[in-house]
């Protein structure tokens, strides 16, 4: 009995210490605090890897697997860029701000990446690009330098947050749901968390 109780004793919830649900959007001055961060670092790398993956909003597969190919025509980045998303199998297009371009265009001839290669190819030779792994540990970093609690955010973050921002200004769920490639509008719904957080809003305009 009593190794039965120590056992029992000595056993954690699946979830200790880990947030269960979706991981939060960046707010527009946190997207600001960590590009400015990468920035004054001079680190050509993480910015266009940071800035590419706000405007592309794509999951974690798709924005690792890009090529340069996939952002560049005739040596220069487009404004826009469509990929064939792994998951869904259906394309999804994306804008590519200014300042996108030009963090891309520095990395891309510092370390002159040709048409056939991946945009962020792996430091480490088992890689051919960097893993979705890299990639939340970077992810983890960027939200802890600037003071958030890493728990609550990870890679899915970066895909939420143009999304997010972008319904907060026009409700418009239908241009969310081309822009994250959903097939469905219930998707879009869950993933942004929107009716709930309509109700609420519209709880709190309502006095009785």
Do not use: C
């Amino acid at each position: 009995m009593k190794g039965s109780n120590h056992l029992k004793t000595n056993l954690s919830p699946w979830n200790r210490g880990k947030l269960v649900g979706q991981k939060a959007p960046l707010k527009l001055k946190e997207i600001w605090a960590i590009r400015v961060r990468l920035q004054i670092a001079g680190d050509i790398r993480k910015l266009a890897l940071f800035n590419l993956a706000i405007d592309s909003k794509l999951r974690a597969s798709d924005l690792l697997g890009l090529r340069v190919n996939d952002v560049a025509h005739g040596g220069k980045i487009a404004p826009r860029a469509s990929v064939m998303q792994r998951k869904t199998l259906r394309p999804v297009q994306f804008e590519i701000t200014q300042q996108t371009r030009e963090a891309l265009a520095a990395w891309i001839e510092r370390n002159r990446l040709g048409a056939e290669d991946f945009l962020f190819p792996s430091r480490q030779h088992a890689w051919p690009h960097l893993s979705t792994r890299q990639y939340a540990r970077i992810v983890k970093n960027w939200v802890r330098d600037i003071g958030l609690d890493e728990v609550n955010y990870g890679t899915h973050s970066m895909r939420r947050t143009k999304a997010s921002l972008i319904y907060q200004r026009t409700k418009n769920l239908r241009a969310i749901q081309l822009l994250l490639g959903h097939t469905k509008i219930e998707s879009t719904v869950r993933y942004l968390g929107v009716e709930v957080d309509d109700a609420l809003a519209m709880a709190e305009q309502t006095e009785v």
